[in-house]
């Protein structure tokens, strides 16, 4: 079976050389500085012959949480929401463990914009999307909200 597969390219830091290097101005997430220092933030995967380096679930959540609070797109923000509950859901951590350790990583004020954000709508296309019952995407989320 095919399917498509979208990858963004993301690294931890854009400067002023970067677009001219590859073309193109990537996604910086200086969380992902942690990936690339620290072995107990990744996971290292062989593909494509190549040795890559994912971050773990926890990172991800946290950059997950810093992206959705900056969206002026709604169907990326929604993604994010899909992306979120996927990750509390259906990683290896137990959910309040993976949003307690994932929640360390992101600012206060951050996530005192998460808080503040209503996700109505995206906690509705992201139910129909993951195919989960409506209250459940909505815990996940307000457990986010909890201080």
Do not use: W
């Amino acid at each position: 079976m095919f399917f498509p597969i979208y990858v963004d390219p993301i690294i931890s830091y854009v400067d002023k050389d970067v677009k001219t290097k590859l073309g193109f101005t990537p996604i910086d997430e200086p969380l992902l500085k942690l990936v690339f220092e620290n072995k107990k933030y990744r996971r290292e995967v062989k593909e494509f012959g190549k040795r890559l380096l994912l971050p773990t679930q926890e990172i991800l959540l946290a950059t997950k949480l810093n992206a959705a609070v900056f969206r002026d797109k709604e169907h990326k923000r929604y993604k994010d929401i899909c992306d979120i509950v996927a990750l509390c859901l259906f990683g290896e951590m137990p959910i309040d463990n993976i949003i307690k350790t994932g929640k360390r990583f992101v600012s206060k004020d951050r996530l005192k914009r998460f808080r503040d954000i209503d996700f109505e709508q995206d906690i509705i296309n992201c139910s129909k999307v993951l195919g989960l019952e409506l209250n459940t995407v909505n815990s996940v989320i307000n457990r986010i909200k909890e201080r």
